[in-house]
């Protein structure tokens, strides 16, 4: 069964940092894209980051650019969103998703485009 576990999560101060991951089981994540979403209360899912399969680039939303780094460990078969400089406007659900795109076609931070999502993990950042 194709599964996907974000982990990490938590409450942190404004200017603290967390590191989330993306675990899967039943598939092999280095063939997928993979991207890293969120959602607050009232707004919708918003695309943070995401991670090519083959090349590994990346993309980020300008919101979290030059804070947040996403990373993929293959032997691991597992992502990871480095989340620094965290600010209260961070806060909210994080998914991780997967998207079966042909290899090497890089990857998009939109929702739709993705097929197995895991089932969040919340990030609270406050003073």
């Known amino acids: 069964q194709l599964q996907l576990v974000e982990s990490g999560g938590g409450a942190v101060q404004p200017g603290g940092s967390l590191r989330l991951s993306c675990a899967a089981s039943?598939?092999?994540?280095?063939?997928?894209?993979i991207g890293w979403f969120r959602q607050a209360p009232g707004k919708e899912r918003e695309g943070v980051s995401c991670?090519?399969?083959?090349?590994?680039?990346?993309n980020y939303a300008d919101s979290v650019k030059g804070r947040f780094t996403i990373s993929r460990d293959n032997a691991k078969n597992t992502v990871y969103l480095q989340m620094n400089s965290l600010k209260p406007e961070d806060t909210a659900v994080y998914y991780c998703?997967?998207?079966?795109?042909?290899w090497g076609t890089g990857c998009y931070r939109t929702p739709k485009e993705y097929d197995y999502w895991g089932q969040g993990t919340q990030v609270t950042v406050s003073s």
């Open positions: 998703a997967a998207d079966p795109r042909p």
């Open positions: 039943g598939f092999t994540l280095g063939y997928y894209a």
């Open positions: 991670i090519s399969s083959a090349s590994g680039s990346t």
